[in-house]
């Protein structure tokens, strides 16, 4: 049973465009997500989070957008740049026990054209 | 600041070999977390570390996967016997206690044949 979802494997973008990247989720005690970016024979990079007591949350050219009734949570980076062609996976965690323990979804591939 | 040291970064060996990955997390961070990867999936967590203490290893196939971090500071995970479906990047990572970014190392590739 997935409980966090990236139904888009892949996605192109043209420079300068927006990239939104989806991730959705069926737990509804995971109260605070992370997005991260991975490029290839690296770790996972941290890039933005957000509590489910915000429905967006800015960080420069990365916003990210919670609709808690709809369970989807999306990143939005413009303009997009070559750098940012990565797998951007995001994350799911319930806080209520006090600790952090993510679920994660299988990532999407963007790929930002020059 | 450094970051979260892995190594060996490759690892190839026989199935029913034995294999053992080490991990230096963000020095002052309390709780440590090992990964397995397996391609084209996300990130699945195997265990959790506060200090020395476990906080969660209800993923961690414990008949043949065991880790340790004895001082509270690296930690070292070891798969004895390996299987081939044992094939995937085993991921570190490390946050301040309470803090929920958790920060990752550049990962072991294992590849049992």
């Known amino acids: 049973d997935q409980q966090v979802k990236q139904n888009s494997p892949s996605l192109s973008v043209q420079e300068g465009r927006i990239s939104i990247l989806n991730c959705d989720y069926t737990?509804?005690?995971?109260?605070?997500f992370l997005w991260y970016k991975k490029y290839p024979a690296e770790g996972p990079t941290f890039l933005i989070s957000?509590?489910?007591?915000?429905d967006k949350n800015e960080d420069g050219r990365f916003t990210v957008f919670l609709n808690k009734s709809a369970k989807h949570l999306s990143l939005h980076i413009v303009p997009s740049q070559p750098g940012d062609s990565a797998v951007y996976f995001c994350?799911?965690?319930?806080?209520?026990?006090?600790?952090?323990?993510?679920?994660f979804g299988t990532g999407t591939r963007l790929k930002v054209l020059a | 600041e450094a970051g979260v040291a892995q190594s060996p970064r490759y690892k190839i060996i026989e199935k029913r070999q034995s294999v053992a990955f080490w991990c230096n997390p963000i020095?002052?961070?309390?709780?440590l977390y090992w990964y397995q990867q397996i391609l084209g999936q996300g990130p699945k967590l195997l265990i959790q570390?506060?200090?020395?203490?476990?906080?969660?290893d209800s993923q961690l196939p414990k008949d043949r996967f065991s880790a340790e971090r004895l001082k509270g500071v690296d930690s070292t995970l070891k798969i004895q016997p390996a299987k081939l479906e044992d094939s995937a990047v085993y991921l570190c990572?490390?946050?301040?206690?309470?803090?929920?970014?958790?920060?990752f190392g550049a990962g072991t590739r294992l590849s049992v044949l």
């Open positions: 994350a799911a965690s319930a806080t209520a026990s006090g600790t952090y323990k993510y679920i």
């Open positions: 737990n509804s005690m995971f109260d605070y």
């Open positions: 957000i509590s489910s007591i915000k």
């Open positions: 570390f506060q200090n020395n203490g476990v906080v969660d």
């Open positions: 020095s002052g961070h309390a709780t």
């Open positions: 990572a490390s946050s301040l206690a309470g803090d929920g970014i958790q920060y």
